[in-house]
C-alpha cells in the first residue's frame, strides 16, 4: 500500500471513527442477464443507495463493495460509506466465473478488515449479498469448489455472512451446494423489494452493538 493510501485512510477513518457494516454486492453480471433483468438489477441497485442515506446513522457505518462476475470478475466499486456510494450502471455480457468471483469477494473483506484493525475502528460481521440467475460457467470444477471451501470456513468461523439469491433460471440446487444459507429464490424481478430489505436489514445492524444478534425484517420478496 503506497503512503498516500494510507494517509487517505487514517483521514478518512479519522473524519468518520463510526463502526463499520461492510457489504459486497457480488453480482452475477453474465450475458443472461442482459436485458429486463440487468435493467431492474441496476435499478434496485439506486433503491439501495437512496434508502440507506435516509438513516442517517446507516449512512455513516454501513460500506458497500460491488464486485461483478462474467467473463471476468471486476471491483466496480471498493468500499465506500452508503453516503458516498454512487451506484455504477451495469451491462451484462459473457460467462459466469462465480468462483472467482467468490474469491475476490472474500479477499476485499480480508483487505477491509485489515484497514480496520490498523486504524483502531470497530466492525460488524461483513455480508456478502451474491446475486445470479445461472451457475458457474466458463472456469474449472475446482476453482469453484475451491471457493465454496473457503466461503463455508468463513461462514462457520463467523467471518462473514453470506446469502445468496437465485434469479429467474438460476440453478438452486447447484447454488445450495455452494453456500451454507438456504439460497432465496427472487419472485420475479423484485429487485426494488429486494435492496429495500437489504437497506432495511443491513440499517437494522448496523444501529445494533457489535456482535449482537439482529432479527432481520421478514422477507417479501422472495421465497426458499
Known amino acids: 500500500m503506497t503512503d498516500t493510501l494510507r494517509l487517505d485512510e487514517v483521514v478518512e477513518f479519522a473524519e468518520n471513527p463510526?463502526?463499520?457494516?461492510p457489504c459486497v454486492l457480488l453480482l452475477d453480471t453474465s450475458g443472461s442477464m442482459?436485458?429486463?433483468?440487468?435493467?431492474?438489477?441496476?435499478e434496485g441497485l439506486l433503491s439501495f443507495r437512496d434508502e440507506l442515506i435516509k438513516n442517517s446513522l446507516a449512512s455513516r457505518r454501513v460500506e458497500v463493495a460491488i464486485v461483478t462476475f462474467d467473463s471476468h470478475v471486476n471491483v466496480v466499486q471498493d468500499f465506500v460509506t452508503a453516503d458516498q456510494f454512487n451506484p455504477p450502471i451495469l451491462t451484462a455480457q459473457g460467462l459466469t466465473n462465480m468462483g472467482a468471483g467468490i474469491h475476490k469477494a472474500l479477499d476485499l473483506i480480508q483487505?477491509?478488515?485489515?484497514?480496520?484493525?490498523t486504524n483502531g475502528i470497530a466492525y460488524y460481521r461483513p455480508w456478502v449479498f451474491m446475486i445470479t440467475d445461472g451457475e458457474p460457467q466458463g472456469?474449472?470444477?475446482?476453482?469453484?469448489?475451491?471457493?465454496?471451501?473457503?466461503?463455508?470456513?468463513?461462514?462457520?468461523?463467523?467471518?462473514?455472512?453470506?446469502?445468496?439469491?437465485?434469479?429467474?433460471n438460476a440453478n438452486m440446487a447447484r447454488l445450495s451446494q455452494i453456500a451454507v444459507r438456504t439460497p432465496l429464490k427472487l419472485t420475479g424481478l423484485n429487485?426494488?423489494?429486494?435492496?429495500?430489505?437489504?437497506?432495511?436489514?443491513?440499517?437494522?445492524?448496523?444501529?445494533?452493538?457489535?456482535?449482537?444478534?439482529?432479527a432481520l425484517p421478514p422477507i417479501g420478496w422472495g421465497s426458499v
Open 18 to 21: 463510526e463502526p463499520r457494516c
Open 34 to 42: 442482459q436485458g429486463m433483468a440487468i435493467n431492474a438489477l441496476n
Open 111 to 117: 483487505e477491509r478488515k485489515a484497514q480496520y484493525r
Open 139 to 168: 472456469e474449472a470444477d475446482n476453482l469453484v469448489d475451491q471457493a465454496a471451501k473457503r466461503l463455508q470456513a468463513d461462514e462457520v468461523n463467523k467471518r462473514v455472512a453470506f446469502f445468496t439469491v437465485g434469479v429467474e
Open 191 to 214: 429487485f426494488v423489494e429486494l435492496f429495500v430489505w437489504l437497506s432495511a436489514s443491513m440499517s437494522a445492524v448496523s444501529h445494533s452493538k457489535v456482535d449482537e444478534q439482529v
